[in-house]
């Protein structure tokens, strides 16, 4: 099978491997659909702490089961599913509790075991238990390939929660600031403000959501937030881009008993800052992290989208073959439209 594999930083090229075997209780899946995120774009060219090599990428996974490995109640070869893209042992206290993307033993595909940029993939049995989800046949795989980033979104609406008439400031407009948007305005807020430099997302956002979309080097984001909100402030606000430092300028901005979601990982430099906590006590402001999901809220994901609940299928500005996985990986680090997806279907 072909598969695009990450031998070194800044080394990712097109290799001819052996088909995976189908393992004990696991199956074997066809890929179908898998889209390229910022992270993968950052592994290629910096690596990533979870990450060994060679390894093939990719964890925004959609395809087709091509066979399995004995009787499994209720999955046949040829349903198409969703991918969880962590595999975990379900017994620990973590995923006792229902929080497996912190599992003791969590494998994440496409970091510490293979991923979805690749003809065929094996599933292990402990994927089949809990991280599958079927999807009806008439789904855009494409589409389906998103649920994995929509699931992060959800996770990062738990940590920092959305509540109805809220206030929402998203820092970062690319596909993760997009569905954070899309998933607020689903939560019920009232007013979501986007703020995002470049054109073209700023149009597709503008055109797509119903956010008010500012470009911060144009407008400060303290003024419009004011004037936006009759000088309340935000009661939550989302980071999608690592540019961003989590300052007392940004506490700031919240009003009392508001929320931050440190969601994008923050660029160098900006992970280490003073901050003033009798603003925390006393406005009662949160701050949270948000990485990865939950295999639960990456299922929910799934049925958001093949509702239609979450309209996502705009995002996708680029569909290419595996032989393009060059260009795709172009498309996202030059953050020109939003997600590419490998399609081989
Ligand atoms: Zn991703
Ligand atoms: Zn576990």
């Known amino acids: 099978m072909r598969a695009a594999v990450l031998k070194a930083p800044g080394l990712l090229e097109l290799d001819d491997l052996p088909d995976p075997t189908v393992p004990k209780g696991g199956a074997l899946l066809e890929v179908n659909a898998c889209a390229v995120c910022g992270t993968d774009v950052k592994m290629k060219e910096q690596g990533h702490?979870?990450?060994?090599?060679?390894?093939?990428?990719?964890?925004?996974?959609?395809?087709?089961?091509?066979?399995?490995?004995?009787?499994?109640?209720?999955?046949?070869?040829?349903?198409?599913?969703?991918?969880?893209?962590?595999?975990?042992?379900?017994?620990?206290?973590?995923?006792?509790r229902g929080k497996d993307s912190h599992c003791e033993s969590l494998k994440i595909m496409g970091f510490n075991c293979d991923g979805g940029l690749a003809e065929l993939m094996a599933l292990p049995a402990e994927n089949l238990s809990g991280g599958m989800n079927l999807l009806p046949r008439n789904i855009d795989p494409a589409l389906a390939a998103l649920s994995e980033p929509l699931a992060c979104c959800l996770n990062g609406q738990e940590q920092a929660p959305v509540y109805r008439g809220d206030i929402v400031l998203i820092l970062g407009g690319g596909p993760i600031g997009a569905l954070h948007?899309?998933?607020?305005?689903?939560?019920?807020?009232?007013?979501?403000?986007?703020?995002?430099?470049?054109?073209?997302?700023?149009?597709?956002?503008?055109?797509?959501?119903?956010?008010?979309?500012?470009?911060?080097?144009?407008?400060?984001?303290?003024?419009?937030?004011?004037?936006?909100?009759?000088?309340?402030?935000?009661?939550?606000?989302?980071?999608?881009?690592?540019?961003?430092?989590?300052?007392?300028?940004?506490?700031?901005l919240l009003s009392p008993g508001g929320r931050i979601c440190v969601f994008s990982g923050p660029a160098f430099g900006h992970y280490e800052e003073k901050i003033d906590v009798r603003h925390i006590h006393y406005k009662e402001i949160t701050i949270n992290g948000a990485y990865g999901c939950t295999s639960r809220q990456n299922r929910s994901a799934v049925g958001l989208l093949t509702s239609g609940l979450i309209k996502p299928d705009w995002l996708i500005t680029m569909r290419t073959s595996l032989e393009g996985f060059d260009e795709a990986f172009t498309h996202s680090a030059q953050r020109q439209g939003m997600r590419s997806v490998i399609c081989q279907s």
């Open 49 to 96: 702490r979870n990450l060994a090599y060679p390894r093939i990428l990719g964890h925004e996974i959609m395809g087709r089961i091509a066979m399995l490995d004995g009787q499994i109640p209720y999955l046949n070869e040829g349903d198409l599913v969703q991918i969880w893209p962590g595999i975990a042992c379900g017994r620990c206290r973590f995923c006792l």
């Open 181 to 252: 948007a899309l998933l607020a305005e689903l939560h019920g807020a009232e007013n979501v403000i986007i703020a995002e430099t470049l054109p073209e997302r700023i149009r597709l956002l503008k055109r797509h959501t119903s956010a008010v979309v500012i470009d911060p080097s144009e407008e400060k984001i303290k003024a419009v937030l004011a004037s936006e909100t009759d000088e309340r402030g935000a009661d939550v606000i989302l980071t999608a881009t690592p540019k961003i430092p989590i300052d007392n300028d940004l506490l700031h």
